[in-house]
């Protein structure tokens, strides 16, 4: 099974939801976008910035949510602004307008306060929603398909069912065609050698090298401690990871045995299918990694997690994977695969095509834990402040 059920938009993007997004421009009005979104069933994009920000500051944040109303599982967009923000209105619906599908505004000084805005945002969502519900899905095969890999919540079975099984299932969403992002920067060191054997080519094995020894340069240079000083979480040691190294080890297993294309920052664009490193240095939770994967245009991101999470995404299902069988049978409200079954005698190959089977239902519509359960989480991620010397 190597097709699915897609949405191809006008730009030739495959989407795999029909979201309808509420974006604020500014904090000031999230309550606003909150309440729009709580009223109809949309999902809000909120976040703490979009005036008196820095020219690289907002240019992130501009950045972030333009792209989480491109992305193509989004159907439509809600704008909200306050009228005196930093963040430019008009551009940012230029932007999204480009992609094809539909945006309407709504500015909170124009129409008089809070709750003239929400209700005009209402009757804007609804016009949204009923253009979406027109909408079908056609037969679509696997290319363009865009999948994040993630882990967070790690123990001991995340590397070796776990992300194991993810790297299986990486391996042949690649060879039908789609693309594989993996991020986690942070959690490379130590097995910078082995993912640089994994590029297809020297120069791409020297980035991977040069991404990871900077990384560990500006830890010592910022902080004056090395990265292992946080890395791994006391959640991974309870669990039973015990050094990075070991931590890496487990986590460089998503990538499966394909090979590395190249480096991407969260600006660029996905140029061909294949597995790409996403180099973001954040520093910050799971949601860093995971929004970052949305802005750079993913459909679904595999999520695995040992000690459980209930994170998502506001513009992506997010599968929630666990190695661990006790935690699938405490956890299941959260969790949506049992890769533990391979510690009780099923193959890795086997699991990871059940889970690529499963990638092909979510991406037909098939509703994740995290959709049920409306955990729509959406961060900018930031990268940390260099001190100047």
């Known amino acids: 099974m190597n097709t699915m059920q897609g949405y191809m938009r006008e730009n030739g993007t495959l989407g795999i939801r029909n979201y309808i997004l509420v974006i604020s421009t500014v904090s000031c009005v ?6 729009i979104a709580q009223k109809t069933g949309a999902i809000a994009i909120n976040h703490e910035q979009g005036c008196v920000e820095f020219k690289d500051d907002h240019k992130r944040t501009v950045l972030s949510i333009s792209s989480a109303g491109k992305n193509p599982n989004v159907a439509g967009v809600l704008v909200v602004g306050l009228g005196c923000e930093q963040t430019s209105s008009q551009p940012l619906i230029r932007s999204i307008e480009a992609t094809g599908k539909p945006v309407e505004f709504v500015r909170v000084q124009d129409e008089g306060g809070s709750p003239e805005a929400i209700q005009k945002g209402i009757e804007l969502v609804e016009k949204l929603q009923k253009q979406a ?26 590397a070796i069912s776990g992300n194991t099984v993810i790297g299986r299932m990486t391996d042949l ?27 297809v080519s020297h120069e791409v094995g020297l980035e991977v090298f040069q991404m990871v020894d900077e990384l560990r340069a500006d830890f010592v240079k910022d902080y004056g401690q090395t990265i292992e000083k ?4 006391p959640g991974n040691k309870a669990g039973g990871i015990t050094t990075l190294v070991e931590k890496s080890m487990g986590n460089i297993k ?12 969260l ?14 240095r954040v520093q910050g939770p799971d949601q860093f990694s995971t929004s970052g994967f949305a802005i750079l245009g993913a459909n679904v991101t595999v999520f695995s997690t040992g000690r459980g999470t209930p994170i998502g995404n506001a513009v992506m299902p997010l599968i929630k994977i666990t190695g661990n069988p006790k935690s ?15 510690l009780e005698g099923a193959t890795i190959e086997e699991t990871g095509e059940e889970l690529y089977k499963l990638l092909l239902e979510v991406a037909s519509g098939k509703q994740t834990k995290s959709e049920i359960n409306e955990n729509f989480e959406f961060v900018v991620p930031r990268e940390p402040k260099r001190k100047v010397v």
Not at 145 to 156: A, I, K, M, R, Y
Request: glycine content about 12%; hydrophobic content about 35%.
């Open 230 to 233: 946080i890395n791994p979480t």
């Open 133 to 158: 519900s027109e909408l079908k899905r056609d037969e679509c095969s696997v290319e363009g398909l865009v999948v994040g890999v993630q882990c967070g919540g790690s123990d001991w079975t995340t």
């Open 267 to 280: 600006e660029d664009k996905i140029p061909y299918p294949g597995l790409w490193i996403v180099d973001s």
């Open 328 to 342: 699938y049978q405490k956890l299941n409200s959260i969790l949506d695969f049992n890769a533990g079954v391979v």
């Open 30 to 35: 999230n309550s606003i976008s909150s309440k």
């Open 254 to 265: 998503k990538m499966g045995s394909s090979p590395i294309q190249g480096l991407l920052k």
């Open 173 to 199: 969403v690649v060879k039908n065609g789609g693309s594989v992002l993996m991020s986690e920067v942070a959690g490379f060191p130590g097995s910078e050698h082995i993912v640089a054997e994994q590029a």
